[in-house]
């Protein structure tokens, strides 16, 4: 069943410039080649989003594109650490009270980007006397490399690892980690019946004709969304979190939610904090949701095209927190908090950090409260974006959910 195909940009996006359309090319090619090779010649979405954002040298993270900064021409799109270091220093709070409670001075940070989450709040850290064995997993080697040559310069004890550690005691932070992870898409047919979607190539002759051709003349790859019936895994999934709608779509974060039960393998004692956009099960599904959360970022600008520009945009959904609870629950851990990202930031200690700044610098302070101010605004990233803290061995309860814990609506 066809149900998308990807003919032209939304209006307002920039256009690419030579070096872009050509790593576009690139990507398209690669894409067509593993689609031509899968089975049926349909590559489910998780896949295609897997190859979009992390294939080696291609990938929109593995590749050299800008991606973060906080406002256009500069990167895609910003996150609360790049936003400003207050988020980190905020975070050093909390960060603090799991080290004391789990004994250990250990931070283990998963997708760190450029490193802003950490230049801020190592320094941080060691006003509060803790100097962290900060650790780093990053994914992707040309953000690794931007992050080595950022923290280099703090002369801070900093280790990256290559995988996941099989016992860890401390504390781990993931901000818009799980919103990366590529997620599966369906759809119920008008019929009821549960599909999965993929990427198929709608020019799958012309390009098996065009093999030995050069790229630049020959026709490029045309990829069309497709749907084919879900297999038993997925309708068993399904049918417990919400009843068929027919037309309805919407996303299932299968990865994310087996790296939230592995959590419970690794982490030993302490706590992780997961900071992403998203909401309960219940609202993620809600009937008026109906095209799901997928979202792309192209150059400060959003639209919801997952075919379009592989490679060169970020393709991100948002978060089932009561499906991460759930997850990590199997694993093992405990749920020690969930609030908003405004809620947290504050019983952390954001406000007190702004009043600690010089009353008599209108001019610095201003520069520092606008930042603020979207990371807490209802109608910015205060509401929409989460934390959720999971883990095991802990006798105190969490500073950052001290009020307005909702725990309950999970
Ligand atoms: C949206 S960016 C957020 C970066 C950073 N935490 C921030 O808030 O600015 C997602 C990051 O997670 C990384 N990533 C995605 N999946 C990962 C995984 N399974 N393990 C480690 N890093 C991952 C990406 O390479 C990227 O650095």
Known sequence: MNMARNTSAPAGLPSLDIDSASHLRAMQDYLAYRIQGSEGGFMPFEEWMHHALYAPGLGYYAAGSTKFGSEAPEGDFTTGPELTPLFGQALAGQVAQILAASGTKNVLEVGAGTGALAAALIPALNLLDIRPQYQILEVSPELRERQQQRLGSLHANVQWLKALPSDFKGCVIANEVLDAMPAALFSWDDAGNLLELGVGLENAAAQQAGADAPAESSEPPRFNLVGRPADEHLQALMSRRMPPLPGYRSEVNVQAEAWMRQLGTWLKKGAALLIDYGFPQ?????????????????????????????????????????????????GGLEILGYTSQARFLMNAGLIEILTGLDPHDAAGYAKVVGPVQKLLSEAEMGELFKVMAVGRGLDVPLMGFTSGDRRDRL
């Open 282 to 330: 219940r609202e993620f599904y809600h009937p008026q949701r109906a095209e799901g959360t997928l979202m792309c970022h192209f150059r400060h600008h959003a639209h919801a095209d997952p075919l379009l520009y592989p490679g060169l945009q970020d393709i991100t959904t948002h978060v089932d927190f009561t499906a991460m609870a759930d997850a990590a629950l199997e």
